[in-house]
């Protein structure tokens, strides 16, 4: 099954304790996404991934690192996490070869930073 | 930079009445994809529709129908015969048609719907 599978699914952790967030594809996508959720602002994209060892910057990169060193992994770095920090997190993917192609998303990890 | 506006933080329908859910967005581009994701409380995005920009056509999809109105930059769900599984947290979503800036989607606020039986 054609996924985007994203661990943990909820996480609570203290400020200042480094974490990561995992997100894989089975779809041999190119493009991957971070987005953050927080009430009242929608999604708001973190970093991104054009092709391995290809990242970006999104709007909220702040206190974020990402890496891509395969296709299919994409985690989220929070090297010092703080309350500010907490959200819902989604991880999204997308094949490049088709403008009509859709962003697959993860199921989401929900965040707590105390 | 692109945004999108979604100005109903909550909305409500009666089982098996239509709800319109408005969105509009500001752009400077004319190639473009709009899209409407439902996400129900197990936080799960589902793609509910999509339109592109270049097709004049309303896109539909069952129960689920779009009204895109290009010059006024609006982009409003309809749903008809709502069902009890409708209720969510709906986003409008923007992405540009080209391809190197053509990945990210420029989300709404979100518009909180509930189905009351």
């Known amino acids: 099954e054609a996924q985007v599978t994203q661990n943990p699914r909820y996480l609570i952790t203290v400020t200042g304790k480094k974490l990561t967030v995992t997100c894989s594809q089975n779809m041999n996508h190119e493009y991957m996404s971070w987005y953050r959720q927080d009430p009242g602002l929608g999604l708001r994209q973190i970093y991104y991934?054009?092709?391995?060892?290809?990242?970006d910057k999104g709007d909220v990169p702040e206190g974020y690192k990402v890496s891509r060193k395969e296709k299919r992994n994409f985690p989220l770095i929070l090297e010092s996490p703080s309350p500010n920090q907490t959200s819902l997190y989604f991880c999204a993917s997308r094949f490049l070869g088709d403008l009509n192609s859709p962003l697959h998303f993860g199921n989401g990890t929900r965040l707590t930073v105390t | 930079a692109q945004t999108v506006t979604q100005s109903q933080p909550e909305m409500s329908v009666q089982e098996a009445e239509t709800v319109t859910l408005s969105c509009t967005y500001d752009?400077?581009?004319?190639?473009?994809?709009l899209f409407w994701y439902k996400q129900p409380p197990s936080r799960q995005m589902i793609l509910v529709i999509r339109q592109e920009a270049y097709k004049q056509q309303n896109a539909t999809e069952n129960r689920f129908s779009v009204n895109f109105q290009k010059a006024a930059k609006s982009f409003s769900l309809k749903i008809s015969d709502s069902q009890l599984g409708d209720a969510a947290m709906y986003f409008c979503?923007?992405?540009?048609?080209?391809?190197?800036?053509?990945?990210?989607?420029?989300f709404g606020e979100g518009t909180q719907l509930t189905v009351n039986p």
């Open positions: 991934s054009m092709n391995v060892e290809v990242t």
């Open positions: 979503a923007y992405r540009s048609a080209g391809e190197t800036s053509g990945s990210r989607l420029t």
């Open positions: 752009t400077s581009e004319s190639d473009y994809y």
